[in-house]
């Protein structure tokens, strides 16, 4: 068996042949090269673009944080607004309706007050019940009391019902009185 011996390169070819196998392993080198850049850049992006998509989310939170502060600012605007700058202690509040008896001549005028009580489960806003019962002259003057009451900027004093029974005595007009208000007031947190 004779073997098979391949044909020589003529020396012509041999210097071009040479030169295309050179730029053959240059292309694939720069082709890897290429595709690894391709690869970092891709990671980058990705990192890129998670880190984008965690600042839009805090900066989502941000904005949602601001509307709330500023919702808070508007309600405790209102709140001064309607009198609630605040909190009172429960012998202030005494004190003013002992105050606004006396200015209104109704000193004889009985009143409890309950104890001051969360409106809800966040004691930003506490209530008091207050009772008024005993007599009065005069229907006006109890009017000039509630508005007296009404006016103080201690809190918000809401008048929920009043009860009048006038009785004739001699020559005299007693009005009996039964009424019941709510007070609001504010106990900024500690």
Known sequence: MTAHRPTPIPAALRKPLLACLVALAVSMGLAAATNQLRRNADATLNDLTLRLNGI?????????????????????????RLGLKSSVPRLQ???????????????????????????????????????LDGSVPHEA?????????????????????????????????????????????LQPPA
Request: charged share 25%; net charge negative.
């Open 56 to 80: 839009h989310r805090q900066h989502e939170e941000t904005l949602k944080e601001a509307a709330d502060a500023r919702l808070a600012l508007r309600q405790q605007a209102e709140l001064d």
């Open 93 to 131: 509040l005494m004190g003013g309706i002992d105050a606004a008896l006396a200015e209104t001549g109704l000193s004889d005028l009985h009143y409890t007050l309950s104890p001051l009580q969360p409106l809800d489960d966040t004691p930003l806003l506490v209530l008091s019940t207050v009772r």
């Open 141 to 185: 003057r109890l009017l000039a009391l509630l508005k007296r009451l009404e006016a103080t900027n201690n809190g918000l004093f809401l008048p929920l019902r009043c009860a009048l029974a006038r009785t004739t005595t001699d020559a005299h007009t007693i009005v009996k009185a039964d009424c019941e208000a709510t007070w609001l007031g």
